[in-house]
Nanobody, 121 residues
Framework: QVQVVESGGGLVQPGGSLRLSCVASGSIFRINAMGWYRQAPGKQRELVAAITSGGATTYAGSMKGRFTISRENAKTTVYLQMNSLKPEDTAVYYC???????????????WGQGTQVTVSS
């Protein structure tokens, strides 16, 4: 069993900051890429940022320069530091992790339950 759990969402004023955390646990042999996606009401889920096991990062264009993704040393936790938040950043943010549960088991994507981020005055 593998679990992916996000935390850190909440209500913040425009221009404010939040830090999201995501922890993967359970039967994990190797974690490859991890990332954050978001889904606003009435919109499709979109990539926010991703980071490989080697530390290479990718950001969606509108998040570049405001958001920073990072991964801690044991590589089971990924963070998303969000600065200069705007009302249009309001969404449910989901963590995604590509995990192998065994040495001969193909990597598959696991999703967290999501954490709500609301940017409003």
């Amino acid at each position: 069993q593998v679990q992916v759990v996000e935390s850190g969402g909440g209500l913040v004023q425009p221009g404010g900051s939040l830090r999201l955390s995501c922890v993967a646990s359970g039967s994990i042999f190797r974690i490859n890429a991890m990332g954050w996606y978001r889904q606003a009401p009435g919109k499709q889920r979109e990539l926010v940022a991703a980071i490989t096991s080697g530390g290479a990062t990718t950001y969606a264009g509108s998040m570049k320069g405001r958001f920073t993704i990072s991964r801690e040393n044991a590589k089971t936790t990924v963070y998303l530091q969000m600065n200069s938040l705007k009302p249009e950043d309001t969404a449910v943010y989901y963590c995604n992790a590509h995990i192998q549960s065994g040495p001969a088991v193909p990597s598959r994507a696991y999703w967290g339950q999501g954490t709500q981020v609301t940017v409003s005055s």
